[in-house]
């Protein structure tokens, strides 16, 4: 059995832990910090196997080196990252699996957000650590990849199965819903989860996992065929990867 906990750190990130109950072994992803994982493990008595790792930012690396220094743990970081990640073990690709236990973990490599971001698929507890890639209603922004390889990303993710719970590195929910209202006003389902989530975040409650059917359903950058967003942009007959550059471009200057 899987066992999925997410600690809120900093200003607004998550970091997840991932504990498999039979082999005992517990994966962080994306460790910003060290103390608020030693703590939560002490708690749990878990003992900590390895990171994962999407991309190189310091508020998804920052707990590595304390963290391998304390447990001893095997790190785990994209090929394309091994140099500007901390003490990274193993370095990984797209279609790469790292076992916790009996669970795969797969490595997808999602470039966008930087050049060598990756994401973890674990198929066994329907869940996806999406780092930066995709965030609850917003996606990540372009500060190394092209429009055209998030673009990509993006629809690799969408591909998986509905049911997929996205484990999100921030808690950008109600930021991103606001935007997602001004492109698509008449979206009723997504007026319906602003106010879920609004109502999640006064009563300080986090708003991820992410199902990937409500994604679908309202998030403006997986919705670039919806005829609303289109309208708005001016864009009715653009190709999907001109509808997704213009939202992301209107997101940065939102
Ligand atoms: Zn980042
Ligand atoms: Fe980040």
């Known amino acids: 059995m899987l066992e999925i906990h997410s600690l809120p750190v900093l200003q607004d990130n998550y970091i997840h832990l991932l504990h498999d109950s039979v082999s005992k072994q517990t994966a962080v992803i994306d460790p910003a910090l060290a103390e608020p994982v030693v703590q939560f493990l002490e708690k749990r008595q878990w003992q900590l196997t390895m990171i994962l790792n999407t991309h190189h930012h310091y508020d998804h690396v920052g707990g590595n080196s304390e963290l391998k220094r304390q447990t001893g743990c095997h790190v785990v970081a994209s090929l394309v990252d091994q140099t500007r990640i901390p003490n990274v073990n193993q370095a990984v690709t797209d279609g790469d699996c ?9 490595v997808m490599l999602t470039p966008g957000h930087t050049l060598g971001h990756c994401v973890y698929y674990v198929p066994t507890a329907s869940a996806l650590f999406c780092g930066d890639t995709v965030f609850a209603m917003g996606c990540g922004r372009l500060l190394e990849g092209s429009a055209e390889q998030l673009w990509a990303s ?8 509905k049911t997929t719970l996205l484990y999100c590195a921030h808690e950008y929910t109600q930021a991103n819903a606001r935007f997602a209202l001004q492109r698509e006003p008449g979206n009723q389902v997504l007026q319906d989860r602003a106010l879920q989530v609004a109502e999640l975040r006064q009563q300080g409650l986090p708003t991820i996992p992410t199902l ?7 998030n403006p950058f997986f919705r670039v065929d919806s005829p609303e967003i289109r309208a708005n942009l001016q864009l009715t007959q653009a190709d999907q990867l001109t509808v997704f550059t213009a939202l992301r471009l209107c997101k940065d200057n939102f």
């Open 98 to 106: 790292v076992f916790l236990g009996d669970h795969c973990i797969h």
């Open 154 to 161: 993006l629809q690799t993710i969408m591909a998986l199965p």
């Open 212 to 218: 990937l059917k409500d994604e679908l359903a309202t």
